[in-house]
């Protein structure tokens, strides 16, 4: 399994699409990694720490799918390395506050598929840095935002994301 994501890491064509945030029921990963499931020809590629209370909940629903990967919390450098070459980020939380990953993933030029909830609304531009889902969305709305956010567009999306970001950053 683990040469399967350096396989897919190495690609040229971004072709992954990646969850970064903690597995808990709040964040919703269980209804992503669900998605997955159900689009064996998309790649999701899922950042996690085995003392995330949903750890063992989330892979046990991506058992037998050859397209969804866990990684273990990369080191830094590694972490921005594998962000930049995703097609989108993906955080579907209920409820957020200011989440630093949707700002990371635009600062690495990445687009976000995310709930319409929160920060997120004053983060993200639909449409330009990433895709809001419908409130109350299921899986299926999921599988249909990602079908949109291809390759091409996140490549089209890229310079808006890292203009959107330098807005948040901090100052020396």
């Known amino acids: 399994e683990h ?32 998605a997955f499931v159900h689009m064996p020809l998309k790649n999701l590629i899922v950042f996690y720490n085995p003392t995330d209370p949903d750890t063992e909940k989330v892979m046990k629903i991506a058992r037998g799918s050859n397209n969804i990967f866990f990684i273990h919390e990369p080191l830094e ?9 995703a097609v989108a980020s993906i955080s579907i939380a209920k409820q957020e506050d200011f989440w630093i990953e949707v700002v990371e993933s635009m600062a690495c030029g990445v687009p976000v598929i995310t709930s319409n909830v929160g920060w997120h609304k004053e983060t993200i531009i639909d449409g330009k840095t990433g895709i809001f889902l419908p409130e109350d969305f299921s899986v299926y709305n999921i599988m249909e935002v990602v079908e949109k956010l291809t390759p091409e567009k996140s490549l089209e999306l890229k310079d808006a994301c890292t203009k959107q970001a330098k807005l948040f950053a901090l100052e020396d």
């Open 77 to 85: 450098m590694k972490r921005s390395a594998i962000i930049s070459s």
């Open 3 to 34: 040469s399967n994501v350096e396989t897919l890491l190495e690609r040229e064509l971004k072709d992954y699409y990646i969850s970064t945030v903690r597995l808990t029921e709040k964040k919703q990963v269980d209804k992503l990694v669900h």
